[in-house]
């Protein structure tokens, strides 16, 4: 069996992109390596992530937007939980979204940032993060059209002013008898076109292999853990799967201390149609895909379905 791809994307995409394509098709992963996102800048946004979940507890509140659906501010440990699933997952979270001029035509979909003011340079470092995630999501996307067939730049104007949300995202340490081993978040698939995750060198995230298997994803210091999101499944007919995985508590004494990622949920546009590409349909079958429909609209059907919306 091949294992998920490793890729540095500092080399030609036309030498990596069938290398990405393949691992997509089969795990739904990959690992990116040589991302452009800066150390420093990385290191930076860590440190103030963590500074801004050490705050009391009614201070983060205070950012908490209710019925906001979480696509801004705080939304506290215990709310969101994964689709089917019986219990919250154990997390809290701090969502960044894009910034948006005044008066621009897709003001509806995107609420303006909410900043804590209690932690200095939070709101330049987030921007400069976001910035990064885009120009490194951008490439991956880039990979994957040329490995699907497409002009290296389709891609391009179906994420342009995307409603891509950055995710800091905080797994309390646990303190029971039985943390080891525990479910911190449950299998669930994501929504978006694609995710970047970073933070993912503790061990604990895992995937669900076409066999029914967890495989845990191995992932070296500094790299990106991208994942396809049922956005770009539907899209693609299922060519490039959106894969359940979940993260476990690891083994040991970090079972019981804090976890700490960022995940980018990178996202088409809100008024892009999510039709079936021509060549992800089964001439034999040519009926069976799913209905188009805009990325809007499907991103609140199943923000309903996870509990934020």
């Not at 390596?33 to 990385?42: K, M």
């Not at 103030?48 to 801004?72: M, Q, V, W």
Request: some cysteine.
């Amino acid at each position: 069996m091949s294992d998920i791809a490793s890729v540095s994307i500092a080399r030609p995409l036309s030498e990596v992109a069938d290398e990405i394509g393949r691992s997509f098709e089969e795990y739904g992963f990959a690992v990116i390596r040589d991302h452009g996102i800066p150390a420093e800048l990385i290191a930076q946004a860590e440190g103030l992530s963590k500074a801004f979940f050490a705050l009391p507890d009614a201070a983060k509140r205070a950012y908490h937007i209710p019925g906001g659906g979480g696509a801004r501010g705080y939304t506290p440990f215990g709310t969101e939980k994964a689709k089917d699933a019986a219990i919250h997952d154990l997390k809290e979270f701090w969502h960044v979204g894009r910034s948006l001029p005044e008066g621009h035509a897709l003001a509806e979909y995107m609420a303006p940032n909410l900043w804590p003011a209690e932690i200095e340079d939070f709101e330049e470092t987030f921007e400069a993060l976001y910035a990064a995630f885009e120009k490194a999501g951008a490439r991956v996307l880039e990979a994957v059209a040329l490995h699907l067939g497409l002009p290296r730049e389709w891609f391009a104007r179906t994420v342009e002013d995307g409603n891509s949300i950055m995710r800091l995202l905080h797994y309390p340490p646990l303190d029971s008898a039985d943390a080891e081993g525990a479910i911190r978040a449950a299998a669930h698939g994501d929504i978006n076109t694609i995710t970047l995750l970073l933070g993912a060198e503790e061990a604990g995230l895992e995937l669900l292999t076409a066999s029914g298997e967890w495989k845990a994803v191995e992932v070296p210091e500094g790299a990106l853990v991208v994942n396809i999101g049922d956005m770009l499944d539907r899209l693609t007919n299922g060519k490039l799967p959106s894969t359940q995985h979940r993260v476990v508590n690891p083994r040991g004494a970090a079972a019981y201390r804090s976890r700490y990622s960022m995940p980018f949920f990178l996202h088409f546009r809100p008024d892009f149609t999510i039709e079936t590409l021509e060549s992800c349909i089964d001439p034999g079958s040519p009926e069976s895909h799913p209905a188009p429909i805009s990325s809007h609209d499907f991103l609140m059907q199943r923000l309903r379905e996870i509990n934020l919306a």
